[in-house]
């Protein structure tokens, strides 16, 4: 049985991880990248009846995991995902984490190999104040969801709304859900078409499919 | 009360716990099933288990925890040990409202086949010549240990295990526990460990047997009644607790400091700390562990290849596992890297089985799983508490 709403909201379970929540169907496998203290895994195991597993980079998220009772592998996507069996999950969740990771081309590869989909949320850079940082302070963008100066920040693959379409689009790699979303994690209600999400939007949050060939290993051949 | 009162013929006294009595091996069972069949198709005509128990098994018998125990350890998890009056091996870990919490969990840890603290070795006397068995024992494995507690297990009425936990040569018998009875593990522990024994690791093991044997007192294995081969088995511990350190922990610890004198004496005696460490370390060994003991349990780690016995793919070992893994390793143990624990971690992934795995920052090396390293004790802890959430107790 699935958590009543109103239990949810009682817990403050973070509206964006809702979204993500929304989007997973009850009974499925999920695989959650970077999964830090454990939130979202939680809420898909406990709210929502998702056998859903984590990786994560920090001893102290995976500490924070394991004591929840998560199953919670200690892992750099950039380094690991390659171990994980082909259509092993239902989902391959990067909720995040994807402007973080070192090759973000190959970890999105990997994503929609290891799952037969991928969930994908990341801080816009083509996002108006972003933008608007830029061009009259001339400064690197300080935004709620882009908070870390640009010398030790861990984001250093940004990109905006259609440079990731476009990057799908080069893959193969098809969007079946897109939702826009404001700073607070709620679904943006200006940005209905992924051309407005991209100057509204400060997060985006991508549901992907590979639906083109693959090898005999059942892996996807990307374009 | 801290045990209970199995009704079994042959089951000894599981409340003679805490070292108190007098027989080092605690309590003691004589196996029905025998003959027990080997691995390598040998039989042994008897079998006895030493063992020892804390806490008490629930009415529903759902909650009792296995430690296995490492190469030179025995069932003296928790209480001083019999022989050298120290405290038990893990006693930081096992006990009243410790990690594995003996008012809430039946613990169990038994002397492995082959060990030399009460269950059947070549220490133990073979019933068709009247001496001991020495190197007519026939070669155990890793599997052999593992059967042995499953039949054990059976003798005392327990069905099944809420945690198989153990390091090292522990971890690999939690390994085959996990593979061998799926239907038996709730949840498993494998800490600083491996699914196969590298070549490294044999040739460590082998520079070890081979001290033992070069010994002239080891007399072919017969040296049962005489002095035994002390120096040898010495040197082999000294080899083999070289392997259970890390090079930063030693130079912390000793570096190049001398023994109890101010220059080098130019001479071969312990001039440096580390080997008076070392000699002191092998000297106290043979004091309480049997030669060929080592000889037979070494053989047993250096047999173990999970993945050879299910076709040479690891994931096969535990497919359709419903047990919980929480897979632990250590940054300075370079016995068991982690690279090790990783391909475990792998193989249960291929199988879509519940892991969690975590490397710990230590310069402990090794033998880290057995101390208290605060962040291993805290996942213990979640992960533990967490399952036996989940299985209701």
Redesign the interface.
């Given at each position: 049985m699935v958590t009543r709403e109103a239990d949810i909201r009682a817990r403050d379970v973070r509206v964006d991880l809702l979204e993500i929540g929304r989007m997973i169907e009850p009974g499925s496998?999920v695989l959650d990248i970077g999964c830090g203290d454990g939130d979202l895994l939680y809420h898909l195991v406990h709210d929502r009846r998702v056998d859903a597993?984590g990786m994560e980079l920090t001893?102290e998220g995976?500490?924070a995991?394991?004591?929840?009772?998560?199953?919670?592998?200690?892992?750099d996507a950039d380094r690991d995902l390659v171990?994980?069996?082909t259509g092993?999950f239902d989902y391959a969740v990067l909720s995040q984490t994807l402007q973080a990771m070192r090759d973000t081309r190959a970890g999105l590869e990997q994503m929609l190999r290891i799952g037969k989909r991928a969930i994908v949320s990341f801080p816009n850079f083509g996002y108006w104040r972003v933008r608007m940082q830029l061009l009259f302070r001339g400064r690197m963008p300080d935004t709620q969801t882009l908070e870390h100066p640009w010398y030790n920040t861990p984001n250093i693959h940004l990109c905006t709304i259609r440079d990731f379409i476009e990057l799908c689009e080069d893959l193969g790699i098809s969007i079946e859900r897109f939702l826009a979303i404001d700073a607070g994690g709620k679904r943006s209600s200006t940005a209905h078409s992924a051309r407005r999400a991209n100057l509204m939007a400060e997060q985006a949050l991508f549901l992907l499919a590979f639906n083109g060939a693959r090898d005999s290993s059942g892996a996807p051949i990307y374009r | 009360m801290n045990s209970i009162a199995l009704p079994h013929p042959n089951y000894v006294d599981a409340r003679r716990q805490h070292g108190q009595d007098d027989d080092p091996r605690g309590s003691v069972l004589r196996l029905d099933a025998v003959p027990f069949r080997l691995v390598s198709g040998a039989e042994l005509p008897e079998v006895t288990v030493a063992y020892q128990t804390y806490g008490a098994l629930n009415a529903a018998k759902s909650n009792a925890v296995l430690i296995c125990h490492a190469l030179t350890l025995d069932q003296h998890v928790a209480n001083p040990h019999p022989i050298t009056g120290k405290d038990g091996w893990w006693e930081s870990a096992v006990g009243p409202g410790r990690i594995i919490d003996t008012n809430r969990f039946f613990v169990i840890c038994a002397n492995v086949l082959g060990g030399c603290l009460g269950t059947t070795g070549p220490k133990e006397i073979n019933p068709a010549t009247g001496r001991e068995w020495g190197i007519d024992f026939p070669v155990i494995t890793i599997g052999d240990m593992v059967r042995l507690q499953a039949a054990f297990l059976d003798q005392l009425g327990i069905p099944d295990l809420f945690c198989v936990i153990g390091g090292s040569m522990g971890g690999m018998q939690v390994l085959d526990w996990a593979a061998r009875y799926p239907e038996r593990v709730f949840s498993a522990i494998p800490v600083a460990t491996t699914a196969r024994h590298s070549a490294q690791n044999i040739a460590f093991h082998e520079v070890g047997r081979q001290a033992i044997m070069a010994d002239p007192e080891w007399r072919g294995g017969s040296y049962y009644g005489g002095p035994g081969p002390k120096a040898g088995l010495s040197v082999a511990r000294m080899a083999a607790h070289i392997t259970y350190l890390s090079e930063a922990g030693l130079h912390q610890k000793f570096g190049r400091k001398l023994q109890d004198r101010d220059a080098l004496t130019f001479g071969f005696d312990a001039d440096f700390q580390i080997e008076s460490y070392l000699r002191h370390q092998g000297s106290t060994f043979v004091d309480r562990f049997d030669a060929n003991s080592y000889l037979y349990i070494t053989r047993a780690m250096d047999y173990f290849d999970l993945a050879a016995d299910y076709g040479g793919l690891l994931a096969n070992a535990f497919k359709g596992t419903q047990a919980?893994f929480?897979v632990a390793s250590f940054t300075s143990d370079w016995l068991y890297p982690t690279a090790e624990s990783?391909a475990i971690?792998?193989a249960l992934?291929?199988v879509?089985a519940?892991?969690?795995?975590?490397?710990?920052?230590t310069d402990k090396g090794h033998d880290a799983f057995l101390l208290d390293v605060p962040?291993f004790y805290?996942?213990l802890?979640?992960?533990i508490?967490?399952?036996a959430?989940?299985r209701g107790l």
């Open positions: 496998r597993r001893r995976v500490n995991c394991v004591a929840r009772g998560l199953s919670v592998v200690q892992g171990d994980y069996p092993a | 919980r929480c990783r971690v792998h992934n291929a879509a519940a892991v969690s795995f975590v490397e710990f920052e962040e805290d996942v802890r979640g992960f508490g967490a399952a959430e989940k």
